[in-house]
């Protein structure tokens, strides 16, 4: 991405990276983790962002044994060079913040409900002040046994300033005595996905908005994460939006997996800020094993899942696979090949014509044949005459490989980047 002229935002962090809630959110929306599973993923992970800065660190729950199982596994590959660093998740509670002693974690993060839906319905009759108070002590609690507490403002776009803003300073205040290492962070959590990517609207809808108020309150960029959910088709729009007006963080899950419509889909947050500029480059070819691991799981993306889905680069129209065949950068978004270790894919159809057909037996034998080869004729009528006749189905390589690969046979070898 160029940026127009001097139009690059004065508030854009000058780098900017993910964090992984799979272990928690990602459970919590339905992915059934074993330990040995979870650490799969864990080491999945990894292998994704290398050395690269991309994820930097993932969450994992520690009320029952499985998940304390994983992130003991997560903490020994952490202390053996593994790139991500775990952190836990607790309720802002001094009981909960006694279970995160001497686990070995740096960092938790803690649940604080921000809106008034979550503070007069959870904490009743004291409502806000008898919230903050609860948080405060467990803030205090996470901070006297040495750990960063990272305080999760759940449904922030719907909270009101009130308490967000006093919340925040109450935070910082309570916190200015220990060392930097434990200089808390704060997760604005999009819990509804109601946030705007606008810079226009009001608090609390405005993502920008809710960021730039937070900076202007002495947070920092790194200090800063975004967790937004996708329940009104926003979510990589926000996650933008939130790091073009200062935020460092953008928290979700490595192929959308969470509650409802899903979290952030790190894979596309992370496309865009490698095209800013803001980020190492991540191994996304790994994501096609994440996603088999998911098929096992039964969790596997839809198939028109952008980026890593069966159909996401599979074309059915003629016009698309002529121009596949003439230049197939002419309908590929970048080098999906090189990219995403993953191949241009084309369904025959009645609409997709003959040089669809020149495309699949190209994909799959290297040859290239002319529009006029008899054989290559014969093929494609048999298909019309099918489709003519009524059926619905595409067809796939599977199905005509034996006869391609003889029409194939002593053809032209072509080499092409598709």
């Not at 929306?29 to 080491?43: H, S």
């Not at 490698?274 to 596997?300: C, R």
């Not at 090189?338 to 084309?346: E, S």
Request: proline residues 6%; negative net charge; charged residues 20%.
């Amino acid at each position: 991405m160029i940026w127009n002229g001097d139009e690059r935002p004065a508030s854009l962090p000058a780098q900017a990276w993910t964090t992984e809630t799979t272990h928690r959110d990602g459970q919590q929306g339905g992915l059934p983790l074993t330990t040995e599973a979870g650490l799969r993923i864990y080491d999945l992970m990894g292998r994704f962002t290398g050395s690269s800065g991309a994820l930097r660190q993932a969450e994992f729950f520690v009320y029952r044994p499985a998940d304390r199982a994983m992130l003991e596994g997560a903490l020994e590959r952490w202390r053996g060079g593994h790139p991500v660093e775990p952190t836990t998740w607790i309720r802002a509670t001094r009981k909960d913040a006694d279970l995160v002693a001497g686990l070995g974690v740096r960092e938790t993060g803690m649940l604080a409900s921000a809106s008034d839906y979550h503070t007069f319905h959870k904490f009743t009759p004291g409502g806000r002040a008898q919230a903050a108070r609860t948080y405060l002590d467990a803030v205090q609690a996470v901070l006297d046994v040495g750990l960063r507490p990272r305080l999760h403002l759940e449904d922030a776009t719907r909270a009101p300033r009130e308490f967000i803003l006093p919340f925040v300073e109450a935070v910082q205040t309570l916190a200015a005595p220990f060392p930097d290492s434990q200089t808390p962070k704060f997760r604005v959590c999009d819990t509804m996905g109601v946030g705007l990517p606008l810079e226009g609207t009001a608090w609390p809808r405005s993502v920008p908005r809710m960021i730039r108020e937070l900076r202007a309150a002495g947070l920092s960029a790194e200090a800063l994460e975004f967790h937004p959910h996708n329940d009104t088709h926003l979510v990589v729009a926000n996650s933008l939006a939130a790091v073009l007006a200062g935020c460092a963080a953008i928290n979700g899950t490595l192929l959308g997996k969470g509650e409802r419509t899903g979290n952030a889909p790190l894979e596309g947050v992370l496309l865009h800020l490698s095209g800013l500029g803001l980020t190492g480059a991540a191994d996304f070819t790994v994501l096609n094993d994440l996603n088999d691991l998911y098929e096992d799981l039964g969790q596997g993306v839809p198939a028109k899942y952008p980026l890593f889905g069966r159909d996401a680069h599979r074309t059915r129209a003629g016009i698309h696979a002529d121009g596949l065949n003439k230049f197939w950068p002419m309908y590929a978004p970048f080098n999906v090949p090189a990219l995403l270790g993953r191949p241009l894919d084309l369904s025959l159809t009645k609409d997709s014509g003959v040089a669809g057909l020149i495309f699949l037996i190209r994909q799959h034998t290297g040859t290239e044949l002319g529009k006029e080869h008899a054989g290559l004729r014969a093929l494609h009528e048999s298909l019309t005459a099918e489709f003519d006749a009524g059926r619905q189905t595409a067809v796939e390589w599977e199905e005509i490989a034996e006869r391609a690969l003889k029409l194939s046979a002593g053809g032209p070898v072509v080499r092409s980047g598709a």
